[in-house]
């Protein structure tokens, strides 16, 4: 039973665009949202996180959107760069995280050339 | 700030053979995490502890994996007999508390388990 879903394994973008890389879920539970960054041979690093009572986060280039009713995330980069490429996690979390327990997503590998 | 240290990095064995990683995680993190994650596939919660208490252990295959954090602070994640289906990166991860909007987690780089 996967969770968190994304349905996009991998996104090519030209340096300079938008990336968009998308995550749903299906637990109605879930109430906190993050996206981890994961470079070959590294473990992931925390990105961009978003709370339920919000539906907007941004910081700096990232940005994240909730849409709830849809059961739907994003996460929007702009300025894409070459070094954002890199594998994307969506993960998710219930009770406002208090277990920490996180759900992951399958991954979208985001390749922006140069 | 030193970041969570895993070893080995990477470690074949043939099946129902035995391995043991071990993880260091940031000084001061009261919670650790040991993820299990397949290729191509996101990572996976196996445990959790807070302090040198079990939080979680759902997912655990306790047949075959055990995992404990001596005096609150270092982890070994242990795998006795290897089965094929085991070959995953193990993630070990730490955070400050609990809650996930009180701190992210925060990843070592993982040891890559090959079973033959």
């Known amino acids: 039973d996967q969770q968190v879903k994304q349905n996009s394994p991998s996104l090519s973008v030209q340096e300079g665009r938008i990336s968009i890389l998308n995550c749903d879920y299906t637990?109605?539970?879930?109430?906190?949202f993050l996206w981890y960054k994961k470079y070959p041979a590294e473990g992931p690093t925390f990105l961009i996180s978003?709370?339920?009572?919000?539906d907007k986060n941004e910081d700096g280039r990232f940005t994240v959107f909730l849409n709830k009713s849809a059961k739907h995330l994003s996460l929007h980069i702009v300025p894409s760069q070459p070094g954002d490429s890199a594998v994307y996690f969506c993960a998710a979390s219930a009770f406002g995280g208090a277990t920490n327990k996180l759900i992951f997503g399958t991954g979208t590998l985001l390749a922006v050339q140069p | 700030e030193a970041g969570v240290a895993q070893s080995p990095r990477y470690k074949i064995i043939e099946k129902r053979q035995s391995v043991a990683f071990w993880c260091n995680p940031i000084?001061?993190?009261?919670?650790l995490y040991w993820y299990q994650q397949i290729l191509g596939q996101g990572p996976k919660l196996l445990i959790q502890f807070q302090n040198n208490g079990v939080v979680d252990d759902s997912q655990l295959p306790k047949d075959r994996f055990s995992a404990e954090r001596l005096k609150g602070v270092d982890s070994t994640l242990k795998i006795q007999p290897a089965k094929l289906e085991d070959s995953a990166v193990y993630l070990c991860?730490?955070?400050?508390?609990?809650?996930?909007?009180?701190?992210?987690?925060?990843f070592g780089e993982g040891s890559r388990l090959t079973v033959l």
């Open positions: 991860a730490s955070s400050r508390g609990t809650g996930a909007n009180t701190g992210e987690l925060f």
């Open positions: 000084s001061g993190h009261a919670t």
């Open positions: 978003i709370s339920s009572i919000k």
């Open positions: 637990n109605s539970m879930f109430d906190y």
